[in-house]
């Protein structure tokens, strides 16, 4: 005799269960550190908002605060989560042997988009946009592309990673 209530016996009636299947980690060859990289800008140009605030307290001084503070650290978890996805995903033990350091950056990488969620701190956050632009280079190198500096020519200022095409 089966232990399920008549109530159960309903459910499971009205609504069967059926066979469902979770997202794979097919590894479909699309990669790119350019959402890290912006991401990490981002958490740049926040903290130049933040430091540029007016000193004086104020219910929209307050309000752009919490703002900023709320931005940066999304954008920090996003770079963390784009560097996650290259690492788990497209990184292989080749790549390592070939650039010994890339455990050394993506380690420092990480760790700094920590810090960057944590502390209100300029130096932080382009520590953090340093890192990826390593590994961007890195990455691109894997690929067989050469890569240059360009500025962003955000608000932030600063220079994303980009692969010249020959």
Known sequence: MSDMS??????????????V?????????????????IAALTAVRMNQLIKDLPKESSNDNSAKLV????IKEEHAELCKKELR??????????????HPELHDIFWKAMKAASKTRQDISLETSEELLEAVRKIAEI???TKGAKTKRQASLQASGGELVYPISE
């Open 6 to 19: 008549i109530q159960d016996k309903f459910v499971n009636f009205l609504y069967p269960a059926r066979r």
């Open 67 to 70: 703002r900023y503070v709320n």
């Open 139 to 141: 990455f691109w190198s």
């Open 85 to 98: 996805i290259l690492w788990a995903d497209y990184f292989k033990p080749e790549h390592v042997e070939k």
């Open 21 to 37: 299947y979770a997202h794979c980690d097919i590894p479909c060859g699309i990669y790119d550190p350019h959402q890290a990289q």
